[in-house]
């Protein structure tokens, strides 16, 4: 290891853990009124709104509909297979009066299993069949408000299903225990190639096919409802499956435009859907079907708000007219919050009747009493007794992960100017993010400060502290935390040592945070709302840091005339390191602290160790750390490298990445170095 690079390695293990506080000048004023994170995503988003208009004539509709439906398939990740057996089996039968409830499970994907509770009512039937999708309810089917949709549609005449939603109630990561199935948990999918909305349709689907396969189910009249995330549900639903004929999201229906900078989970999320539709098409794919919205004027969400709703309704009432069939969209506003109410439920039952049975005018339909059942009843198994084929969100991202590092493994004709390509495409870097204009402030302290301006509007704040040595050395320094978090012992170390310093706060980090996503995150994993709003705009954290990391690097030595530079980074920002160093930036070595170095799955760990914006759609298709880090070319030295879920890696762990290391090592031209410190 070179004597330089020794040095600062002394400056940052010294400083590590220390958290001393810096005397660093501020360059933005602070007014959390001047959010200009917040104004850029929702101008975006509204720009997206006005470009993404719907057809004005049937014939440009219908040939646009099936594009439209494949699209969101493909951006969704819906693996569907219709041919698959159903394995059907129930665990318990309970007779009630009027009709029964039966505890089930089935297979919706090959090897993967769902729960649900099956609500039949006496007779031979056929009946009319709905799907009751689930919204945020940690315990899923067994929350009263989804027992009382299933009760109250049996006791009317319907055969009704009720699966747990992927992750939540007898799907979550220990059999019994109830947890949220989205933020990091949900969002771990997308490392490896899946998406929460996307298993999610996929189960649906199967619901249908398994109502379809009772002979006392009438096939031809099918229905789906749900309210919040189970409202999100079946309008993807039915938007995808022509089976379910009618259909009644409650406090779902908004805008996607609304959803930027708004409490959404990432169940409701459709990877870079603001770059191809908005809602109101989406409700369009259900037309001619029966289509009856419903919002609640209390909702504390405002994506769900009515004037939203509106928005979305009046475009999907183009797409109703083209078929004449005005009659079969319908909305209903209700003086209620957020919730699917008695007044919602009458309201359901009524436009059932007429779009399932023919029966009645659509109006309001009175529903009689129920009593909850006690969730050890509606469980299909003992808590602690769940099979394997049941598996759960970090089972199932644990099982795909290994497939595909596997496949990495064992790849050795590897392209990696290919690979490279790959990587840029998945991190969604634009190719015209670049540096506009240079604003250089007054010095504070010592420190010159310079605010980077891109071509997209994004301000990039930075402190610099010149090199007064002859090999011009410089130390970038990225905290996750922002520069009020870097130690003031590893600053003054490496000033008084003669190296040049550059500190950045990148997008959303220290002085360049969105305090209205901050409020809205709320006790939510950090970067939760800007994670999920960069999606729906095509965009990952991860590619934005490394552009404008990349952005600063061509700064720095072009106009500093700079002979050898440093990046020192840590956590999230230390995989955005790596990987713009894949991607040939200027940096000629990485200290890089508390690095997860591998993105499979680690079950063993806290979920919540990093933040949401660690997650990168189809990162482990692509590879995984240790192929970048061989691709890197650079001198690297890890310090406190961890897992996914931040546990500290073994002796043993640390010499199999090395194996790995090694094997992809002799693919490049030009080799990288590895080095540990722990």
Request: with cysteine; charged share 20%; aromatic share 10%.
């Amino acid at each position: 290891m070179k004597r330089n690079l020794f040095v600062l390695l002394f400056f940052v293990i010294l400083s590590k853990g220390i958290r001393g506080q810096n005397d660093l000048p501020d360059i933005f004023t602070g007014d959390k009124n001047n959010d200009l994170i917040s104004f850029s995503l929702k101008r975006e988003a509204a720009k997206a709104y006005n470009l993404l208009q719907l057809p004005q004539t049937k014939d440009e509709w219908f040939s646009q509909r099936e594009k439209l439906r494949n699209a969101i398939l493909q951006h969704a990740r819906v693996s569907y297979h219709p041919g698959l057996p159903l394995a059907y089996r129930e665990t318990a039968n309970y007779k009630r009066e009027g009709f029964s409830i039966k505890n089930i499970f089935f297979q919706t994907r090959p090897h993967v299993y769902a729960t649900a509770n099956l609500y039949i009512p006496d007779g031979n039937g056929p009946f009319p069949a709905v799907v009751v999708a689930m919204g945020h309810s940690r315990n899923g089917k067994l929350y009263s408000e989804y027992q009382a949709l299933g009760q109250t549609l049996a006791l009317n005449g319907y055969v009704a299903i009720a699966i747990d939603p992927w992750g939540a109630g007898e799907r979550t990561t220990v059999h019994g225990e109830f947890e949220y199935h989205g933020a990091n948990l949900g969002a771990s999918l997308l490392n490896v190639g899946e998406t929460l909305m996307g298993v999610q349709i996929t189960d649906n689907m199967r619901a249908v096919d398994l109502l379809s396969s009772f002979p006392f189910v009438d096939n031809e009249n099918i229905g789906a409802t749900g309210a919040s995330g189970g409202g999100n549900q079946v309008m993807w639903l039915a938007a995808m499956d022509e089976r379910v004929k009618a259909v009644v999201p409650v406090v779902s229906v908004g805008t996607f435009q609304s959803y930027i900078l708004n409490s959404n989970c990432i169940c409701e999320a459709l990877d870079g859907g603001l770059t191809f539709t908005e809602e109101s098409a989406v409700l369009g794919l259900i037309a001619p079907r029966a289509l009856k919205i419903c919002n609640g004027l209390q909702d504390a969400n405002a994506a769900f708000h009515p004037q939203e709703m509106l928005r979305s309704f009046n475009g999907a009432r183009t797409i109703y007219r083209f078929y004449g069939a005005d009659n079969n969209l319908s909305y209903q506003i209700f003086d209620t919050p957020h919730g699917y109410f008695p007044e919602m439920r009458e309201a359901m039952l009524g436009w059932f009747a007429l779009h399932l049975k023919n029966e009645g005018t659509g109006a309001p339909k009175k529903e009689g009493q129920f009593v909850p059942l006690p969730e050890s009843e509606l469980m299909v198994f003992s808590k602690g007794q769940r099979p394997s084929e049941v598996v759960s969100t970090e089972d199932y991202c644990f099982n795909q992960g290994s497939l595909l590092r596997s496949r990495m493994l064992s790849d050795n004709n590897m392209d990696i100017q290919e690979k490279k390509e790959g990587l840029r495409q998945i991190l969604r870097i634009p190719d015209d993010y670049d540096l506009k204009t240079i604003h250089q402030l007054s010095d504070l302290n010592d420190w010159e400060r310079y605010i980077l301006e891109t071509t997209t509007g994004d301000l990039i704040p930075l402190w610099l502290h010149s090199s007064n040595k002859h090999d011009n050395e410089y130390v970038l320094i990225a905290n996750s935390k922002g520069k009020g978090l870097i130690d003031a012992d590893l600053i003054d170390g490496l000033i008084a040592r003669g190296t040049g310093v550059c500190i950045v706060d990148l997008w959303g980090i220290g002085e360049s945070a969105s305090s209205e996503a901050k409020r809205i995150d709320g006790s939510l994993p950090e970067f939760h709302t800007l994670f999920r709003s960069a999606l729906w705009l095509n965009q990952t954290m991860q590619g934005i840091w490394i552009g404008q990391l990349d952005i600063v690097l061509n700064w720095l030595v072009n106009s500093h005339q700079i002979k050898e530079i440093t990046i020192e980074a840590d956590r999230e920002l230390a995989v955005a390191s790596l990987l713009s160093s894949v991607l040939g930036n200027k940096a000629d070595k990485l200290i890089l602290k508390g690095i997860p170095l591998s993105y499979l799955f680690d079950k063993s760990g806290d979920i919540d160790y990093f933040s949401m914006a660690i997650h990168i759609p189809d990162f482990l298709l692509w590879g995984d750390i240790s192929l970048a880090v061989a691709m890197s070319g650079k001198d690297i030295t890890f310090i406190d490298p961890v897992t996914i879920s931040g546990r500290e890696l073994s002796n043993k762990e640390i010499e199999e990445f090395r194996n790995e290391f090694n094997h992809f090592n002799a693919f490049p031209k030009k080799r990288s170095e590895v080095h540990f410190i722990q």
